[in-house]
């Protein structure tokens, strides 16, 4: 084989790594970025539902006056220990009494990881969500 040709393949082999690694350099922020997003929307909905069930809990715990549970701050206490493995405080519940029962409202600020999967600056501030729920319990 004459030498010419032997150079020629083995520059064609090298010139293509470089391909494969400048597409693996544009392709993998956009995956990371994917993943990361993913794992922010779950932790958005395990925080939410974390939230809700603490709501209905301390709801529940207020309408039937349970030991612990006849109080304002009493309530509160327990829905931020019902919300496991979400360190909340006590004041991100609110107690009521309203028509349809005991009522409790969490209000809590939830911290994205991205920056840019919040909502924008009219709406919120670009790396949080404000998450409310509701549970009322009939008396």
Known sequence: MPPALKTSKTSAAGSKRGAVAIEYAIILPVLLLFVLGVMDIGRLLWTYTTLARASEAAARCYA?????CTTVSG??????G??????V???VFAVTTQTCGAQV???Y???F???????APPFGTSNSITLTTTACYPA
């Open 64 to 68: 039937i006056q349970a030991t612990g």
């Open 75 to 80: 309530v509160q206490s327990y829905a931020a």
């Open 82 to 87: 019902q919300a496991w493995g979400l360190t």
């Open 89 to 91: 405080a006590s004041s």
């Open 105 to 107: 409202v969490a209000t």
């Open 109 to 111: 600020v939830f911290q």
């Open 113 to 119: 990881v991205i920056p840019w999967l919040g909502p």
